[in-house]
């Protein structure tokens, strides 16, 4: 089945200590991205990655890192979360190219951070 | 970065048809018009896009207009099922592939 996994679900912690979120697709899609989901701002892009080795910044890039070292695999870092970095997230794959039909979401990963 | 206007909220009575406004003034020729919708706690799931012509498919059709500065998210029937929030974004060519959702528009299906 296609789809797009990302891990943990649910995850709370507590300030300064790093955690990864992982988003994996079995889609073989060169594109991915990482959005974040607050109540009245509706859906922000924090990183996307045309490619392996190519990532660029979305609109909310601050205090968050990425990689993409595999195709199947975009994870989401955060260094050092702060209790602004509490949101839900999203990973979302396409093929790549300009018109690359539907972008396929995970179920979405709910950070509290304390 | 092109960016859509949408209405924050609208309401339909159940197996009534519901149109669903964008309005993209800044797009670009390459530019295609994505749709997508998200069921409370889910993920957003694709609906629907097109470049220039009108497009249909088993869940909805999207009417383009001629200037294609707006576009029109078509429901023939509306479900309580389709109760959910309608993201319209560009997406396209060139050197970014930023996408850039917005907070789209609430539909809320009475039975």
């Known amino acids: 089945e296609a789809q797009v996994t990302q891990n943990p679900r649910y995850l709370i912690t507590v300030t300064g200590k790093k955690l990864t979120v992982t988003c994996s697709q079995n889609m073989n899609h060169e594109y991915m991205s990482w959005y974040r989901q607050d109540p009245g701002l509706g859906l922000r892009q924090i990183y996307y990655s045309m490619n392996v080795e190519v990532t660029d910044k979305g609109d909310v890039p601050e205090g968050y890192k990425v990689s993409r070292k595999e195709k199947r695999n975009f994870p989401l870092i955060l260094e050092s979360p702060s209790p602004n970095q509490t949101s839900l997230y999203f990973c979302?794959?396409?093929?790549?190219?300009?018109?690359?039909?539907?972008?396929?979401f995970g179920e979405g990963s709910r950070l509290t951070v304390l | 970065d092109a960016k859509t206007t949408q209405p924050n909220s609208m309401e339909s009575n159940e197996e009534e048809p519901v149109h669903l406004p964008c309005n993209h003034s800044?797009?670009?020729?390459?530019?295609?018009i994505h749709w997508y919708r998200q069921l409370p706690s889910q993920g957003p799931e694709y609906v629907i896009h097109?470049?220039?012509s009108n497009v249909n498919n088993r869940m909805a059709s999207l009417a383009i207009a001629e200037d294609r500065k707006s576009s029109t998210l078509i429901l023939h029937r509306a479900t309580l099922r389709d109760a959910a929030v309608y993201y319209c974004?560009?997406?396209?060519?060139?050197?970014?592939?930023?996408?850039?959702f917005g907070t789209g528009t609430l539909l809320a299906v009475q039975p």
């Open positions: 800044t797009i670009s020729g390459t530019d295609y």
């Open positions: 097109g470049l220039t």
């Open positions: 974004i560009l997406r396209g060519g060139g050197a970014t592939n930023k996408l850039i």
């Open positions: 979302a794959s396409s093929l790549g190219g300009v018109n690359t039909g539907e972008l396929f």
